[in-house]
Each structure stands twice: as structure tokens, then as C-alpha cells.
């Protein structure tokens, strides 16, 4: 049997194909591995950057800017957290394997 076992109004009941539900959305989150922990500001993200040897540049204000000086990397973000899209997650990802990692949940 597979699927989301889905608890609302007190009710629990196994949803079979979740795609076909429309009260069901998926919406991906970066997750610091070691901690568990999901990323929910920039804030928050800026000090696990930090952690590693990341430091912010301060040359675009429409843009946060990470630049790590063992490498020709940057990271490139919105300013505002609530355009942080799946493509920076990645971007940070692939940045920073073993560190952090893009994972689906399941929103009503």
C-alpha cells in the first residue's frame, strides 16, 4: 500500500495517489543535513553559510551574495526570502554537497 496518510478534522485516512488530490500541494524546502534542521529565513542560512566559509559580498543591493575564497563560487539570491525558489536551493546544494539537501512536503 502506498501513499500519504492524511490527518485532518481529526480523521486519518491513507490518500492512495496524492497527485489527484487538489487540496494537496507539494513545496520544496533546503534542509541542513547534520541538524535536521529547514532552512526558514536568510538569516538562518547566512550563519550555516558562514559555518562553512562563505562571506557575503556587498556589491548588488538587489541581490544577497555568497563568495567562498577557495573557490570561483558564488551564490545568488533574491533579496527577499519569499522568492528563495527551488533553483537557489539547488544552487546552495550543489555548492555545498553533504551539507544541505532539497526535500518535498506535503502542504494543505
Known amino acids: ?17 496524492e497527485s489527484n488530490q487538489g487540496y494537496m500541494q507539494k513545496r520544496k524546502v533546503l534542509v541542513h543535513v547534520s541538524t535536521d534542521e529547514v532552512i526558514t529565513s536568510y538569516s538562518v542560512l547566512a550563519k550555516k553559510l558562514a559555518s562553512l566559509g562563505w562571506e557575503r559580498y556587498y556589491d548588488d543591493p538587489d541581490l544577497l551574495q555568497f563568495h567562498k575564497s577557495s573557490t570561483i563560487h558564488l551564490i ?16 546552495i546544494v550543489v555548492k555545498n554537497k553533504n551539507v544541505f539537501e532539497v526535500r518535498d512536503i506535503i502542504m494543505m
Do not use: A
Not at 1 to 17: D, H, T
Not at 76 to 89: E, G, N, Q, V
Open 76 to 91: 545568488s539570491l533574491p533579496t527577499d526570502f519569499c522568492r528563495f525558489k527551488s533553483m537557489h536551493m539547488f544552487d
Open 1 to 17: 500500500m502506498s501513499g500519504v496518510w492524511l490527518f485532518k478534522n481529526g480523521v486519518v485516512r491513507l490518500v492512495e495517489n
